[in-house]
């Protein structure tokens, strides 16, 4: 019997987090009352005694789950007791279930369901000949079964009655949870999933051709994996097999679980072979099949899990890039046929002028389109020329080149930066109230040139799944995937702070607090009444009320204002404590911002208060230091090897300067400018064990690569970290073979389907090679650079290589 669950919910969290329960019930409190987890991570640190933003994140999940347990533990107790079937012992079990999967078990018994053979049989009155059969195996069935024939209730003969006896103790051995519970962790420790292509698929289906004869052990598989499979068996190429354990002679261990909690042995009696039958039967017919499912849900959920994770973790890093700054950008998208689009804005991201040029094949107006840039570079003063990274990317980068290189004194520099979702922005409502002027083509020059000056501030105008720096994102939760992304862009917009005079409505709309409906409001009144003040002004802001004004007042930044202290992120509450500073130090809030020395020079214990304690004292003063600093790296941009410009120009053991596009959980994808991203396996990392590629690189790297292998046909590049490697000998197959193929012509995510579904999707899977056999060990290599932001952007909507797995390989064809 299981015991009753001891303690609290905010118990068993802090348990989880390894925090004080107290730390746990201050932060529930203020998530209750409406509290964000960005305001209650930066101003509430006292209450929670600095509970981190990615502690309230797991708090708030852990919240949400064993809320939703304790509220179907509820029903599950009304339910059974409605049956007048709810005793102290079973009472106990519910109460003891610390799992819905456990809640589940115990409840399955009493769960209402379609009429069963053991209904049945129960009504016929066999329940009565199934417990004897149990309880004295010394009787042969078939004289027991004699007694129970009876026709009027549908019991012809013994072997019927044996029948429907079989059928209730099936039922009663499938719906033992602690049997059940026993069972599912047995073969998830043992099992194994096995994949076989289905007859007749095996050219159809090809592009999972390394699952066409798979298994390996469940605990074993990676996520990307796993949604590979699921995948291929989704598309009819493959069939999926949950083996519970190795092959073996004679009875599966299983079965012996089962008949020893039931205390059915062989002992040469003669109902003993029946009851082994009975166990048999259960085991293959009832339990295998409850076990599959559950274990189905588990990989599925746990691949899901996993794969959110990585999107999420991708997904930050390109919202935090470095920004270029306010500085005059043109913005170039791509086009052969088409022309590619020119959009230049100012230093404010205001568009000042649009063009097309037709530098490409068919119309080869080079000379024209260098001299239409050129004007517009010096009309406007240009600083940075922004390139979408769609086709024709390179044949445009190559033009940006000689403009930088005839017209020197214009102080021009080039850098390549991502599309990813700039259709799904171009098409949209807010695009067409914000650039009404514009048609749609041109909106994504601009939106790219946007990118580069504030990556943030441009992205969150676009749907976060469309930005596409996950594995398999079509295939997970949308509730799940959805609420983990929106969490980023909240606590990375929250991180970074907002100028409350300038940003847009998406971007106020993740600012703590506020809402789409308050963010309008907001930029309403701003251009009805003008620029703001002061934070004081936004109290005036129709519908911004008290709770709404404390959790949005310090991300909101104001330049230029009354006061000083409305550009830090020195919340409005804690003004009285900088007075005070200032009087302690006899000058004024303007003089002390900025200060090292004078800062330094104060205690923060001096300044501790009912109201205000350490941690909040010890922020204001880092806040005064450096008032309103950005967390997010410097720009800086990768250089792309010239005269390397398509898979043809690569060569074994070339060294290459490129910028990682994504990260999954078998290595990591680089742009090094050819169309089609590489992939650094985890094994050619370093020369020590990696676990998580995270570890070494993130989207956004600028970092040095070597060529290994180059597969023009297959559109495949092998490269490595470890500059020292040798490239493997030509036709050896030795990056194929020991990478599996992990990358290709992938599905293009979300804002992959740009102008109108110019870029062809494919779709696959991953094979299973590199992390079966583990990593090399030894020396580590040369690290990576620093995070270059704006190159961050370049690839931020990749290909997903799922043909192997993976999530890259260009596949472009927009014309």
């Given at each position: 019997?299981t015991?009753?669950?001891v303690?609290?919910i905010?118990?068993?969290?802090a ?5 004080r329960?107290?730390q746990?019930k ?8 409406g509290s ?5 991570a930066?101003y509430r ?9 990615a502690?309230?994140?797991?708090l ?8 939703e ?10 339910a ?5 079937k709810?005793t102290?012992?079973l ?10 999967a456990r ?5 399955l018994?009493?769960?209402k ?11 016929a ?8 059969l149990?309880g004295?195996?010394s009787?042969a069935p078939?004289?027991a079964?004699?007694a129970f ?18 059928a209730?103790?099936s039922?009663?051995?499938?719906e ?6 026993e ?6 420790t043992?099992?194994?999933?096995a ?5 007749g698929?095996?050219?159809?289906g ?8 798979f298994?390996e ?12 499979m699921?995948?291929?068996e989704?598309?009819?190429?493959l ?5 519970p354990e ?5 009875r599966s261990s ?7 909690r039931?205390g059915i ?6 109902g003993?072979a ?5 166990v ?6 009832r339990?295998?099949?409850h076990?599959g499912?559950d274990?189905?849900l588990?990989l599925?959920?746990e691949?899901?899990d ?6 999420a973790?991708?997904?930050r ?13 043109l913005?170039l ?13 100012d230093a404010t991201?205001k ?11 068919p ?6 389109s260098l ?10 003063n240009v600083?940075?020329i922004a ?17 930088c290189?005839?017209?020197?004194e214009?102080?021009l ?5 991502s ?7 171009s098409?949209?409502a807010y695009a067409?109230?914000e650039l009404p002027?514009?048609?749609v ?10 990118r580069?000056?504030?990556?943030l ?8 799944k469309s930005?596409?720096?996950?594995q ?8 799940k ?7 980023v ?11 409350v ?8 709309s ?12 907001i930029?309403?009144h ?7 003040r ?9 519908r911004l009320g008290p ?10 930044r ?8 409305d550009a830090?992120?020195?919340h ?9 500073m200032?009087k302690?130090?006899g ?5 002390l ?6 800062l330094?020079?104060l205690?923060?214990q001096?300044?501790v208060d ?5 941690p ?9 230091d ?13 250089t792309?090897?010239?005269g390397v ?15 990682v596009?994504?990260?999954a ?7 090094v400018?050819v169309?089609?991203d ?6 050619a ?14 989207p956004g790297?600028v970092v040095r690569v070597?060529?290994?292998?180059i597969?023009?046909?297959r ?5 490595t970290?470890?500059?020292d ?8 197959g ?6 599996g193929g992990e ?8 804002g992959?389907e ?6 062809g ?8 090679t590199?992390?079966?056999?583990g ?5 580590s290599?040369?690290p990576?650079?620093n995070s270059a ?8 909507g ?6 192997r797995?993976g ?9």
């Amino acid at each position: 019997m299981t015991t009753p669950l001891v303690g609290s919910i905010e118990g068993r969290i802090a348990e989880e987090l390894g925090v004080r329960e107290r730390q746990v019930k201050a932060a529930v409190e203020l998530l209750d009352s409406g509290s964000t987890v960005p305001f209650i991570a930066r101003y509430r640190k006292e209450a929670t005694e600095t509970l981190d933003d990615a502690q309230l994140r797991t708090l708030e999940e852990r919240l949400r789950y064993l809320r939703e347990l304790e509220e179907r533990r509820t029903a599950v107790l009304d339910a059974v007791n409605e049956q007048g079937k709810l005793t102290d012992d079973l009472r106990a079990s519910i109460l003891g279930a610390d799992t819905k999967a456990r809640l589940e078990d115990i409840y399955l018994p009493f769960k209402k369901k379609r009429r069963t053979k053991a209904q049945t049989a129960r009504e016929a009155g066999l329940e009565p000949l199934a417990d004897s059969l149990l309880g004295d195996p010394s009787v042969a069935p078939s004289d027991a079964a004699g007694a129970f024939v009876d026709a009027d209730k549908g019991v012809a003969d013994a072997q019927a009655a044996l029948d429907g006896a079989r059928a209730i103790l099936s039922e009663r051995f499938a719906e033992d949870p602690d049997l059940i519970g026993e069972l599912r962790t047995r073969m998830w420790t043992r099992g194994r999933l096995a994949a076989r292509v289905k007859e007749g698929k095996e050219e159809a289906g090809a592009k999972f051709a390394d699952y066409f004869d798979f298994s390996e052990p469940f605990g074993a598989l990676p996520s990307h994996r796993i949604l590979a499979m699921l995948r291929g068996e989704k598309e009819e190429a493959l069939d999926l097999v949950l083996e519970p354990e190795e092959p073996t002679e004679g009875r599966s261990s299983f079965e012996a679980v089962v008949a020893q909690r039931f205390g059915i042995a062989d002992r040469g009696r003669p109902g003993d072979a029946w009851l082994a039958d009975t166990v048999r039967w259960a085991w293959r017919t009832r339990i295998l099949v409850h076990l599959g499912i559950d274990l189905r849900l588990r990989l599925r959920t746990e691949a899901e899990d996993e794969a959110v994770r990585v999107f999420a973790s991708n997904l930050r890093d390109l919202l935090l890039a470095a920004p270029a700054g306010t500085r005059a950008t043109l913005g170039l998208d791509p086009g052969l046929r088409t022309g590619v689009k020119v959009a230049v804005v100012d230093a404010t991201g205001k568009v000042v002028a649009t063009d097309t040029i037709y530098p490409h094949a068919p119309r080869n107006r080079w000379d024209d389109s260098l001299a239409t840039l050129a004007r517009l570079a010096e009309k406007h003063n240009v600083d940075l020329i922004a390139i979408g990274n769609g086709t024709a990317s390179r044949e445009t980068d190559k033009l940006a080149g000689e403009l930088c290189a005839a017209r020197p004194e214009l102080g021009l520099t080039k850098v390549m930066v991502s599309e990813a979702g700039a259709s799904v922005y171009s098409a949209s409502a807010y695009a067409s109230q914000e650039l009404p002027e514009l048609d749609v083509s041109l909106r994504g020059a601009v939106s790219i040139a946007r990118r580069l000056q504030d990556p943030l501030a441009e992205l969150v105008k676009i749907d976060p799944k469309s930005i596409g720096v996950g594995q398999y994102q079509h295939d997970l939760s949308e509730v799940k995937l959805s609420r983990s992304l929106d969490a980023v862009v909240e606590d990375c917009v929250n991180g970074v702070g907002v100028d409350v005079n300038t940003a847009s409505v998406p971007l106020l709309s993740r600012v703590s607090g506020i809402g789409s409906g308050l963010a309008e409001n907001i930029v309403t009144h701003r251009d009805t009444h003008g620029p703001f003040r002061s934070r004081k002004e936004l109290k005036g802001v129709a519908r911004l009320g008290p709770k709404a004004y404390e959790q949005c007042a310090g991300f909101l930044r104001i330049r230029d204002g009354e006061d000083p202290l409305d550009a830090s992120s020195v919340h409005p509450e804690a003004y009285p404590v900088v007075r005070r500073m200032v009087k302690a130090t006899g000058g004024e809030v303007a003089s002390l911002i900025g200060n090292t020395a004078t800062l330094r020079s104060l205690r923060p214990q001096d300044f501790v208060d009912e109201s205000f304690g350490l941690p909040t004292v010890t922020d204001i003063l880092s806040e005064l230091d450096k008032p309103g600093r950005d967390p997010r790296p410097a720009f800086r941009t990768a250089t792309f090897k010239e005269g390397v410009e398509k898979l043809s120009d690569l060569e074994q053991g070339m060294v290459l300067e490129g910028v990682v596009t994504n990260v999954a959980a078998f290595g990591a994808f680089v742009d090094v400018g050819v169309h089609q991203d590489g992939l650094v396996h985890v094994s050619a990392m370093s020369r020590t064990f990696v676990k998580d590629p995270r570890d070494v690189v993130k989207p956004g790297d600028v970092v040095r690569v070597k060529v290994q292998e180059i597969d023009i046909p297959r559109k495949r590049i092998s490269l490595t970290l470890r500059l020292d490697d040798e490239a493997p000998a030509r036709g050896g197959g030795g990056g194929r073979e020991r990478r599996g193929g992990e990358q290709g012509g992938g599905e293009r995510q979300g804002g992959g389907e740009r102008r109108g579904g110019e870029r062809g999707q494919k779709r696959g899977a991953e094979p299973r090679t590199p992390q079966q056999r583990g990593p090399r060990g030894g020396q580590s290599g040369p690290p990576p650079a620093n995070s270059a932001m704006a190159d961050a952007l370049r690839r931020a909507g990749l290909t997903r290589n799922e043909e192997r797995g993976g999530e890259r390989g260009k596949g472009r064809g927009r014309g």
